[in-house]
């Protein structure tokens, strides 16, 4: 069973910040590269940040430099700090394991949702 659980979404001002959290339960995403993903309605669901168990990262171009993700294994939650925030990050952000086959078979969480304005 896999749980995931979004939070700390809001509403900022362009230049703001806000800190995802995201807990994840599951034995199978113990040891799996986790990632944060975000959706504007009617566009695809896009990979923002990843971090593997190690704690290697990688971002997408649009965030580098104002987004940080980061894990905390003993407490299975990851976490993407947002830093200048722009009204493009404006979406529904979620987290899941690195891996379309646990996509398909476990799903995704509700989100949380980012919103920026000018």
């Known amino acids: 069973q896999v749980q995931l659980v979004e939070s700390g979404g809001g509403s900022v001002q362009a230049g703001g910040s806000l800190r995802l959290s995201c807990a994840a339960s599951?034995?199978?995403?113990?040891?799996?590269?986790m990632g944060w993903y975000r959706q504007v309605s009617g566009t695809q669901r896009e990979l923002v940040a990843r971090i593997t168990y190690g704690g290697s990262t990688n971002y997408a171009d649009s965030v580098k430099g104002r987004f940080t993700i980061s894990r905390d294994n003993a407490k299975n939650t990851v976490y993407l700090q947002m830093n200048s925030l722009k009204p493009e990050d404006t979406a529904v952000y979620y987290c899941?394991?690195?891996?379309?086959?646990?996509?398909?078979?476990?799903?995704w969480g509700k989100g949380t949702l980012v919103t920026v304005s000018s």
């Open positions: 599951g034995s199978i995403l113990r040891f799996v590269a």
């Open positions: 899941n394991a690195d891996d379309s086959a646990i996509w398909a078979m476990y799903g």
